[in-house]
């Protein structure tokens, strides 16, 4: 039995590890970091676009979606995107859900336009 021991001890210390780790994750499953002010984007369509997707401008990442809705009257896809506060997009750019390539990810890019006025929290995008 004291040869057991120590094998004993490492297969509870790897259990309780291992359950840990499953209760981290169950925990954290679905949340989205909010930090950033809110943009939204009305779309035909977005394919695979998921909740918590990049949003890229210039392929660097400024935010997240943080929502997709059905607008019931329009049928058109609403999409709530979390944009880093240190960004400001101006209010004549352009969202667009592309993918990194063949099999990639969707992603909504933005198309920054040359305006000097930016978007307030909660506007829409009015190219998309």
């Known amino acids: 039995m004291p040869r057991r021991l120590p094998e004993l001890f490492t297969g509870f210390a790897v259990i309780a590890a291992a359950l840990w780790f499953l209760i981290y994750a169950m925990a954290g499953a679905g949340k989205?970091?909010?930090g950033g002010y809110p943009l939204v984007a009305q779309f035909s369509s977005i394919g695979g676009l998921a909740i918590g997707a990049d949003v890229k401008i210039g392929g660097v990442v400024v935010g997240h979606v943080a929502s997709e809705t059905l607008d019931p009257d329009t049928y058109a896809a609403i999409v709530r995107l979390s944009i880093n506060n240190n960004i400001?997009?101006?209010?004549?750019?352009?969202?667009?859900v592309t993918s990194d390539g063949l099999l990639g990810n969707s992603y909504i890019a933005i198309g920054p336009g040359g305006s000097n006025t930016m978007l307030k929290p909660g506007q829409s995008f009015q190219v998309t």
């Open 32 to 34: 989205i970091s909010t």
């Open 88 to 96: 400001r997009v101006p209010e004549d750019s352009s969202a667009s």
